[in-house]
Protein backbone atom coordinates (compact mmCIF):
# COMPACT_ATOMS: atom_id res chain seq x y z
CA UNK A 1 0.00 0.00 0.00
CA UNK A 2 1.80 3.03 -0.97
CA UNK A 3 1.38 6.68 0.71
CA UNK A 4 -1.04 8.12 -2.47
CA UNK A 5 -3.54 5.31 -1.39
CA UNK A 6 -3.27 6.01 2.25
CA UNK A 7 -3.87 9.70 1.10
CA UNK A 8 -7.07 8.75 -1.16
CA UNK A 9 -8.33 7.08 1.53
CA UNK A 10 -8.14 10.24 4.36
CA UNK A 11 -9.20 12.51 1.42
CA UNK A 12 -12.20 10.03 0.60
CA UNK A 13 -12.91 10.06 4.38
CA UNK A 14 -13.00 13.86 4.88
CA UNK A 15 -15.08 14.19 2.09
CA UNK A 16 -17.71 11.21 3.08
CA UNK A 17 -17.91 13.39 5.75
CA UNK A 18 -18.63 16.74 4.19
CA UNK A 19 -21.13 15.32 2.93
CA UNK A 20 -22.92 13.21 5.67
CA UNK A 21 -22.65 17.14 7.47
CA UNK A 22 -24.70 18.73 4.52
CA UNK A 23 -27.29 16.08 4.41
CA UNK A 24 -27.55 15.64 8.38
CA UNK A 25 -27.97 19.63 8.94
CA UNK A 26 -31.54 20.50 6.38
CA UNK A 27 -33.31 17.48 8.19
CA UNK A 28 -32.10 18.96 11.51
CA UNK A 29 -33.59 22.63 10.44
CA UNK A 30 -36.76 20.71 8.99
CA UNK A 31 -37.41 18.65 12.49
CA UNK A 32 -36.95 21.78 14.50
CA UNK A 33 -39.69 24.12 12.44
CA UNK A 34 -41.80 21.25 12.69
CA UNK A 35 -41.39 21.34 16.40
CA UNK A 36 -41.65 24.66 16.87
CA UNK A 37 -45.41 24.54 14.43
CA UNK A 38 -46.48 22.30 17.35
CA UNK A 39 -45.27 23.91 20.14
CA UNK A 40 -46.85 26.86 18.39
CA UNK A 41 -50.34 25.47 17.64
CA UNK A 42 -50.28 24.12 21.36
CA UNK A 43 -49.35 27.41 22.75
CA UNK A 44 -52.42 28.84 20.39
CA UNK A 45 -55.13 26.21 21.88
CA UNK A 46 -53.72 27.72 25.27
CA UNK A 47 -53.82 30.98 24.43
CA UNK A 48 -57.29 30.37 23.53
CA UNK A 49 -58.46 28.87 26.62
CA UNK A 50 -57.94 31.20 28.71
CA UNK A 51 -58.56 33.79 26.65
CA UNK A 52 -62.35 32.88 26.61
CA UNK A 53 -63.31 34.33 29.85
CA UNK A 54 -60.97 37.85 28.42
CA UNK A 55 -63.23 37.89 25.39
CA UNK A 56 -60.01 37.32 23.34
CA UNK A 57 -59.52 34.69 20.60
CA UNK A 58 -56.79 33.94 17.74
CA UNK A 59 -58.20 31.94 15.55
CA UNK A 60 -55.43 28.57 14.55
CA UNK A 61 -54.93 27.97 10.92
CA UNK A 62 -51.43 27.15 9.41
CA UNK A 63 -50.16 30.74 8.79
CA UNK A 64 -50.53 31.56 13.02
CA UNK A 65 -49.15 28.12 14.08
CA UNK A 66 -45.54 28.71 11.80
CA UNK A 67 -45.39 32.79 13.10
CA UNK A 68 -45.91 31.40 17.16
CA UNK A 69 -43.40 28.71 16.02
CA UNK A 70 -41.24 30.88 14.65
CA UNK A 71 -41.32 33.75 17.44
CA UNK A 72 -43.08 32.04 20.32
CA UNK A 73 -44.25 33.83 23.02
CA UNK A 74 -43.88 37.32 21.05
CA UNK A 75 -45.52 35.54 18.11
CA UNK A 76 -48.42 35.50 19.86
CA UNK A 77 -48.39 39.17 21.10
CA UNK A 78 -47.95 40.07 17.62
CA UNK A 79 -51.05 38.45 16.55
CA UNK A 80 -53.20 39.72 19.40
CA UNK A 81 -51.64 42.85 18.49
CA UNK A 82 -52.52 42.41 14.90
CA UNK A 83 -56.11 41.48 15.71
CA UNK A 84 -56.49 44.78 17.72
CA UNK A 85 -55.43 46.91 14.98
CA UNK A 86 -57.41 45.11 12.46
Known sequence: M???????????LFLLYIVGIILVWPIKKIIKLIWNGVLGGITLLLFNFIGKYFGLSIVINPLNAIIVGFLGVPGVILLLILQVMI
Open 2 to 12: GLSTIFYYIMG
